[in-house]
């Protein structure tokens, strides 16, 4: 066996990003950008108001009281008024563009306005107050957005002001996600007597789907090397391969064994982990392939761990490693000393009041409900000494 970090180290070796494609910015959401965004010009392009109210020229105020002649108005949108004179003010609006000369906003609050077109002022404004400057929020030529940033909505958001109707992103992979076993049904039939409802290839594309892939059901095969090697000879339009058990070298653990016939490059299939020990990677017609434990929570954890940091990689992603996703929090009650496998036990987040980590009474790798019902792992190295409540443990977040 080897270690997870090791595993890690190898499956992420040889991912390399697949290269870009060009959407449009309504569907950059959560995409992957590929080359920097800078600014093609200022913004605001001109110094503007940040509030409703006067321009003036602050040097030329005499004062608290100062009365002042409006002559003129700027509103949002409009062309720059080319000069101010002394002892006059402009009628201006937020985001309305400075007249030329003026370089302070009186609030509107703190003036008198009167029927002949003038104001006297109540306040004596500080020079520069309430004006934007220009290039305030980002400068042309200025670097805005960089390659190998996850968007987010408030990415697209700036990206929009960057004037980019359209973004150079990195290709999501695609990935071939296969069940197999003979006791498996999709869910809505009928099981056999001893049939189980085959329920991880859905929760297993919601979550590449999540994590910048894009999943093909490639159906279910039987414990039949004819059946498997039918399916997986169909299986050309990806880019990554990821089964779902019989990875093990048991009597009916055939999709190693039927790989490896069809030109598998195995490269390792045991880790010394606690859930998902039977994991298998190598290359399959020189893309890559990753066979999953068959139990559901193994095959979760195990696709936490290393597919969503390579799909994430595939996409170019900068923060691609798990370790960037761990945090330390309390324990909420004790656990005992770990073994010689590295555990990742299955904890809700609480309030009490404060923020701690409770782990679950039970761990079985094929309780579905209880890994639904987490909120996060909590990350036990091999052989770690036993923790009391209170004692500051890594946790890694299921919904980072």
């Not at 959560?30 to 001109?46: E, Y």
């Not at 007249?99 to 109540?122: F, K, R, S």
């Not at 039918?230 to 050309?236: I, K, M, Q, R």
């Not at 992603?317 to 990742?344: C, F, I, T, W």
Request: aromatic share 4%; net charge negative.
């Amino acid at each position: 066996m080897i270690s997870v970090e090791d595993a890690l180290e190898r499956i992420l070796a040889p991912v390399k990003p697949l290269g870009r494609e060009t959407i449009p910015l309504s569907n950059g959401a959560g995409r992957v950008l590929a080359a920097d965004i800078a600014a093609p010009r200022s913004q605001p392009p001109t110094a503007v108001s940040a509030m409703d109210g006067y321009a003036v020229a602050s040097h030329t105020l005499r004062g608290e009281k100062s009365v002042l002649k409006v002559s003129g108005e700027s509103a949002a949108g409009s062309v720059p008024l080319r000069s101010i004179e002394a002892d006059t003010a402009v009628r201006i609006f937020t985001g309305a563009p400075m007249p030329g000369g003026a370089d302070t906003v009186i609030i509107q609050e703190n003036v008198t306005a009167h029927d002949d077109g003038t104001i006297t002022l109540n306040e004596l404004p500080k020079p520069g107050a309430n004006v934007r400057a220009e290039g305030v929020d980002f400068e042309k030529g200025q670097v805005c957005l960089r390659a190998g940033r996850r968007l987010t909505a408030r990415d697209l958001s700036l990206a929009a002001s960057l004037n980019q109707p359209w973004l150079q992103v990195n290709r999501q992979p695609k990935v071939g996600v296969l069940a197999t076993g003979d006791e498996l049904v999709r869910p809505g039939e009928t099981p056999g007597e001893a049939g189980i409802i085959s329920s991880t290839v859905y929760g297993l594309s919601a979550y590449i789907s999540q994590w910048g892939g894009v999943p093909m059901d490639l159906g279910i095969a039987k414990d039949t090397r004819e059946s498997l090697s039918e399916v997986l000879s169909n299986a050309t339009d990806i880019d990554v391969l990821v089964t779902l058990g019989g990875a093990s070298v048991g009597a009916y653990d055939l999709v190693q064994s039927t790989l490896n016939e069809l030109g598998m490059k195995l490269d390792f299939w045991k880790i010394a982990m606690r859930p998902g020990k039977p994991l298998m990677f190598g290359e399959f017609h020189q893309k890559p392939v990753l066979g999953l434990p068959g139990n559901p929570v193994s095959a979760f954890v195990c696709a936490l761990l290393f597919l969503q940091p390579a799909l994430r990689k595939m996409n170019g992603d900068e923060d691609h490693h798990p370790a960037k996703r761990q945090d330390m929090l309390p324990l909420a009650s004790a656990v005992p000393e770990n073994g010689k496998r590295q555990d990742y036990m299955r904890a809700r987040l609480v309030h009490s009041p404060r923020l701690e980590v409770a782990p679950f009474d039970l761990q079985d790798s094929s309780v579905v409900s209880i890994f639904a019902n987490s909120d996060c792992l909590i990350v036990r190295p091999p052989h770690a000494p036993p923790s009391e409540a209170g004692d500051l443990v890594p946790i890694l977040r299921l919904n980072a």
